[in-house]
């Protein structure tokens, strides 16, 4: 059995990236999987600044408009599916505003997946007591020089949790940090 081609699309390669392009892409109707990839180690320093003056900040702030703006997409192409690591280092609240968005444009049917577990910042601590090496790899330096000056540290996380998102249903997979190559 022969299987047919998934026509995946990358919209972003960066936070503030044409805010056109992922728009363009999806209504021109041809794709099966449009990617967004925001984060970069100086935008995740940025949302963890943001996300210590307030909890449910740390994703991508213009996501949810682009969501808002691609509703009528989602209606007009019901197997289109978007997978973005915006959630940067607060997938779950990202999820939350797009859900919102999505419900006040009628898509109270289009599933959101909210994939977790690379921000390893509060166990660094932990980490250290239990003296698990966690030191530089090119200079050797140890962590704990550090570890009082951390804004984010981060796993970078794989394919999988997307797989299992879009195979649980997903529509729109929301992420924090992942390898770039996992997001498609």
């Known amino acids: 059995m022969a299987s047919q081609p998934l026509r995946v699309g990358n919209g972003a390669g960066f936070w ?17 999987v449009l990617t967004l990839e925001y984060l970069a ?12 003056k307030d909890p449910e900040a ?10 808002e703006r691609l509703s009528p997409i989602f209606r007009e192409q019901e197997g ?10 607060n997938p779950p609240a990202c999820a939350r505003r797009c ?20 921000d390893v910042l509060d ?5 250290l007591r ?11 330096a140890p962590i704990a020089t550090v570890a009082d000056r951390l804004v984010v540290a981060n796993a970078y996380l794989g394919a999988w949790p ?17 390898a770039d190559a996992s997001l498609t």
Do not use: C
């Open 16 to 32: 503030g990236d044409n805010l056109d392009a992922p728009f363009l892409l999806a209504r021109d109707g041809r794709l099966d």
């Open 41 to 52: 180690e100086l935008t995740l320093a940025i949302l963890g600044h943001l996300r210590s």
């Open 58 to 67: 740390g994703y991508v702030t213009d996501f949810p408009d682009l969501i």
């Open 80 to 89: 289109l599916k978007l997978v973005t690591n915006a959630g940067g280092l």
């Open 99 to 118: 859900a919102e968005i999505l419900a006040r444009a009628g898509h109270d049917d289009t599933l959101l997946a909210a994939v977790t577990g690379d």
């Open 123 to 127: 166990q660094i601590p932990g980490w």
């Open 130 to 140: 239990e003296g698990v090496d966690l030191s530089h790899m090119e200079t050797g």
């Open 162 to 178: 997307i797989a299992d998102a879009l195979r649980s249903g997903g529509r729109v997979v929301i992420t924090g940090r992942v």
